[in-house]
């Protein structure tokens, strides 16, 4: 009898061990999960002809709508929105100025209409004439109060639980995991490590230019109303040559803006991977694709199912969506 | 007797251990060689004052002139001209056609006459048009062979032992070593892991613009005859910025060109260290600072010494220059 017990005893603490050591507990046992374990065995496997050294396990990361979400509209605009708000009693021109009018009168859809000219007008007046440091902390200040309008979170709250548990994984794997987004790079920056451990110095995003001047006798970084670089599309590759000068051997987006990333990266020789997360749920999250404004997945999809790249379905593929949802 | 030789043996035993703990061998026990380890004992030490977390732990170095020597002429110079030479045959209209004339023709007092100008039209000539895969294996192959005009010698071999033993102290208290350099950012980075252990994503430099092509139905970046980015004075500030994302604790400089980066580093709050390498040994390297072409030294130097910047004095701290003299 005793020598039962000892056994379930024994066979209890190895099923716990084993749940422990699940590195993606979010995701279902379904084929992504299998898939990103199968490739991270593979590469980090020494002597296998796939094995890679530690120094060129670089993952990239696209940030909207693969690590957090990024409807009704991208995070940031709603920063710079609640910027122009912020703003508005040193700027009286505005309520009479497009795009501003339509801002302060919290008429989005003229605003979207405007298109991508009034956007960059809108960027401009809220990013740029402070300096990098003052920037950092104006979004480190707006993080900390402004709610998403949907589910009343914080916006740092709605990064997405089986992400972080890959970013997470790959890094206790040597990987060095990189953000390369469409998104400004300095608006990432304050909140990045914090959030997905990751640091400053392995994010790349668009850019407006910055400029060295004196004040006071002390160094600043003013930000200037000129565009940079565009960290989209066929600029995701360039901003990764620009920042890493290697070429990652995985790769992870959402869009057909990542699109150009995954082939980049797939296109090195030995071991590669790359991951679309379609956004399937609805219910836990948004369901769009091909036709959606924000985030569309077209190109990038079909290329997915010809090449045989990982698409995760969040309906079928995450047990959770949000960190908050453990605790409902 | 036996016990006098046995505490003998114990001492040797003492010496030689506290010699192998040394960690900065090749510099003598003078001023900069002690502030030194007394900055990184002070930002090291848990609980006090000026402790540093080690992900703040940024140090950068200057290349030409830090890391490794600068004349009689910066050494991605010599790249450039035997480029010329190599791509002559290709180019028929250059043996009429200045600056292109006076390189094929050793002059090079009128290449350096052309000015800025002249250097620009034989960098772009010779470091555009290919891909960045190409570019990089052409940069290895010519510094397999190549030889520096005094030495003899590969110019991978004329680094600064003292610098090498520094950026290896510097990683083993947990710094991460940036070269932030003038030079081209992909003129480095084919060997700056093998010869400084800074890997790719840790090198800052001058570049060029790149585009994303399909060549063949693969992705390739090709180099564009355009200037993205020039790393040098103030624009150093604004390449770490856009690099690291947050400000070094240490900068280690050899001229005016790096300046800014001490001046951007030492402004941040807490414990900061700026050393400039003042080039004085004419007999072992080159001596040269306020009249120099290359790599002048004057503001910079003024600064620091109303500042109490840490500055070398080549000839008196360092016992040897370059690795190469540990076998002569």
New interface residues.
Partial sequence: MRVILFVLALCLVAATAVRAADPLPSWNETAPKKSIIAFVQRVTKEGSPEFVPA?ER?AVFDNDGTLWSEQPMYFQLFFAIDRVKTLAPMHPEWKDKQPFKAVLEDDLKTVLAGGEHALLDIVMATHAGNT?DEFSQTVKEWLATAKHPKTGRPFTDMVYQPMLELLAYLRANDF?TYIVSGGG??FM?PWS?SVYGI???Q?IGS?IK???EIRDG??V?VRLPEI?FIDDK?GK??GI??????RPIAAFGNSDGDH?ML??TT?GSGARFALLVHHTDAEREWAYDRSSSIGRLDKALDEAQEKGWTVIDMKRDWKLIFPFEKNN
């Fill in positions: 120094a670089i990098t060095k790079i300095e920056r490590e640091p400053p110095e994010v850019s910055t400029k060295l002390t160094p970084l940079n066929a590759p360039v040559n620009q920042h890493i000068g290697r150009q082939q980049w296109a």
